[in-house]
Structure formats: structure tokens, C-alpha cells
């Protein structure tokens, strides 16, 4: 319910105007040792996105301070992790970072080009815009194709540039993907929270799995595929008790080991069909 409530006043905030909530404070209780990396992490969502969304940051962390079954080196990795995937590399992110990148140098910036798809460029866009752009691009078969986009800071045209594509972070929470990844974390929190009452031995290897997805273009989308084959495949079905996976943990690194890059998974496929079957075969016997 913390989390709900946070969300909707941040998306609150940037309806309204800018973002002036105080910074928040680390979560009380917190273990003295963790408290200089997640001030950090608070300090780098504030400078993403802004105060209240650095609190919704806080408020999903202290579902896990102090809980039963969550030791310091797993709340530090769900801490770390967190952060990576609620400051995830957009179009909008890159352009900031270049900025401060540029301001810190003594001569221009030179420029960086990556190479994104075309349905995550539209997709940073707030949806209203971006949804009808995508059932297009959809149609006509073009959603994933690959385009390069150069950001530099080599002239003051092209730092006005990057400071309209940073200036579009104010709109970044009605985009469609920070919905793709909104849901994405809750998901990933919901299986912590089933593992540590369902099969805690497991729950490491579960936080883990967050860091199958990074970057942004096709190693993203194909990161974010694979996470999900596993948890549909082998994490949510043993939490149902449809899959009498007894080392969870076990069956993940077994899975994860078989990922090669792959859009079809033919392999992960493979071997997640593998690990169930086993598993079944075993409880039969």
C-alpha cells in the first residue's frame, strides 16, 4: 500500500509542477552499514526522475528491513538492484548523463551513438502520444527495427538538444515504458516476497535474477524475455504448487546457464521444458 500511495504522489507532483518534496530519508532501522549506499541511491533517483520518486524507492525498500529471512548482504542486493532498474537507460537518461558529463569537462564533449529500436524510442513518450505511433509501426512491421541516435555535447546546438531530450524526464512516468517497468519491479518484489514465505532458500538466487535485465535496445527487451520465461516457467508455478521444484535456487542457476542470445530462446526453452519434466518425473517416483 506504501508504495501505491508514493506512486500517486509523484505522479501527482509532475502533473502539477515541479517536484519540491523534501528528499527522503533513508528507511528507520535500517542496518548502519547500508545507510551511506542507499543516501546514494536516493541521491541518483532524485537526480532521475526527483524527490518523490527517490520516496517510492524508499517506501518499496522497507518492505524488506527488518523482515524475518532477510539478512544485510540480501537487503543490500535488493537495495542495489532496485536502483539499477528504477534509473534504467532511456533516450531520456542518457541525454542527462551527457550533460553533467559535458559540464564536468574542460573541453566539448564528444559524442556517443547508440543504437536503440524504434518502439523504445517512441516508447519513452508519454502514451497518449506514443500508443497510436506504435499500432503503426506494429502494422507495418517496423517496431523493432534498429536506429542509431548520436548524442553529443560538441556544440551549443547539440547541448540544446540534449536539453530538450533531458527535459522530457517530466513526462517520463506517464511513458510507456516506465509502465513496462513499473510493473516489472512490483513483480520481481512480489516473487521476494513468495519465496521468503514459500521457499526461502531460493530467494537469493530470485533477487539475483534482476540483473538478467540492463542496457537498453535489443540486449533489454531480450533480457527482459528471458527473465520472464523463468519466473513463468520454473519460479510463479513451484509458489503455485503446480511444479514440485524442491531447489529452486538450483533450477534458476541451471536455466540462467543455458541463456545464449537468443530472440526465440530456443535453449532456455529447452532446458526450462527439461527442469520441469525432471522435477515431475522425481515427484512421481
Do not use: C
Not at 524507492?57 to 538492484?81: H, N, Q, S, T, W
Not at 533516450?91 to 553533467?100: C, G, M
Not at 538450483?250 to 537468443?262: F, T
Request: no cysteine; proline share 7%; net charge positive.
Amino acid at each position: 500500500m506504501a508504495s501505491v500511495l508514493s506512486s500517486l504522489r509523484y505522479l501527482l507532483a509532475d502533473i502539477i509542477g515541479d517536484d519540491d518534496e523534501p528528499a527522503p530519508l533513508p528507511p528507520a532501522n535500517l542496518p548502519a552499514v547500508l545507510v551511506p549506499e542507499i543516501r546514494a541511491a536516493i541521491e541518483r533517483l532524485i537526480d532521475y526522475q526527483g524527490p518523490s520518486y527517490a520516496q517510492l524507492y524508499v517506501d518499496r525498500l522497507k518492505r524488506f528491513v527488518g523482515r524475518p529471512g532477510v539478512d544485510v548482504a540480501m537487503l543490500e542486493d535488493i537495495a542495489r538492484l532496485m536502483v539499477m532498474r528504477m534509473s534504467y537507460e532511456d533516450p531520456i537518461r542518457i541525454a542527462q548523463l551527457k550533460l553533467v558529463e559535458s559540464a564536468a569537462a574542460s573541453a566539448p564533449s564528444g559524442g556517443d551513438r547508440k543504437k536503440f529500436r524504434i518502439d523504445e524510442l517512441i516508447g519513452a513518450l508519454p502514451a497518449v502520444a506514443a500508443e497510436p505511433v506504435l499500432d503503426v509501426l506494429e502494422w507495418a512491421g517496423w517496431a523493432h527495427a534498429p536506429i542509431s541516435i548520436r548524442f553529443s555535447a560538441a556544440n551549443r546546438w547539440q547541448v540544446r538538444r540534449l536539453k530538450i531530450e533531458a527535459a522530457l524526464r517530466r513526462w517520463r512516468l506517464f511513458s510507456v515504458r516506465y509502465a513496462t517497468e513499473r510493473v516489472w519491479v512490483e513483480r520481481w518484489l512480489h516473487m521476494i516476497d513468495r519465496g521468503l514465505t514459500k521457499q526461502p532458500p531460493a530467494v537469493p538466487a530470485i533477487v539475483r535474477t534482476a540483473d538478467m535485465i540492463q542496457g537498453y535496445g535489443s540486449t533489454y527487451r531480450h533480457g527482459l524475455a528471458d527473465w520472464h520465461a523463468i519466473i513463468d516457467g520454473l519460479v510463479k508455478p513451484t509458489f503455485d504448487g503446480v511444479l514440485p521444484l524442491t531447489d529452486l535456487a538450483a533450477a534458476i542457476a541451471e536455466a540462467r546457464a543455458a541463456i545464449v542470445p537468443d530472440p526465440r530462446q530456443v535453449a532456455l526453452k529447452r532446458k526450462i521444458a527439461e527442469i520441469r519434466a525432471r522435477a515431475m518425473s522425481q515427484a512421481s517416483a
